[in-house]
């Protein structure tokens, strides 16, 4: 089992910043690539990023790119979200998600989810 406890949500204005946290820790080592989903009210849960644990190749949703940015540090098995230029259709919660590799996320390990709101 994989746990995975996110932080660094809050509310900030259009325009501005934030940076995500997720700590992972149980078998770590089973961690493929993790990434980060979002879910707005009323709506489906969609992907946002990805990043590979060992190579750190990542994968973007168009409507992030250029925007956010994924990092990750793997001595402390944390990765990070840097979001800038925020708009308020970015607001939603956001769950980081640990994927053990072949499942397309089907397998994956979720944390409990931080709220983000951007304010107009």
């Known amino acids: 089992q994989v746990q995975l406890v996110e932080s660094g949500g809050g509310l900030v204005q259009a325009g501005g910043s934030l940076r995500l946290s997720c700590a992972a820790s149980?078998?770590?080592?089973?961690?493929?690539?993790m990434g980060w989903f979002r879910q707005a009210p009323g709506k489906e849960r969609e992907f946002v990023v990805s990043?590979?644990?060992?190579?750190?190749?990542?994968n973007y949703a168009e409507s992030v790119k250029g925007r956010f940015t994924i990092s990750r540090d793997n001595a402390k098995n944390t990765i990070y979200l840097q979001m800038n230029s925020l708009k308020p259709e970015d607001t939603a919660v956001y769950h980081c998600?640990?994927?053990?590799?072949?499942?397309?996320?089907?397998?994956?390990?979720w944390g409990q989810g931080t709220q983000v709101t951007v304010s107009s």
């Open positions: 998600a640990a994927d053990p590799g072949g499942s397309n996320w089907r397998r994956a390990w």
């Open positions: 149980g078998r770590t080592y089973n961690i493929y690539h």
């Open positions: 990043i590979n644990a060992l190579i750190g190749s990542t």
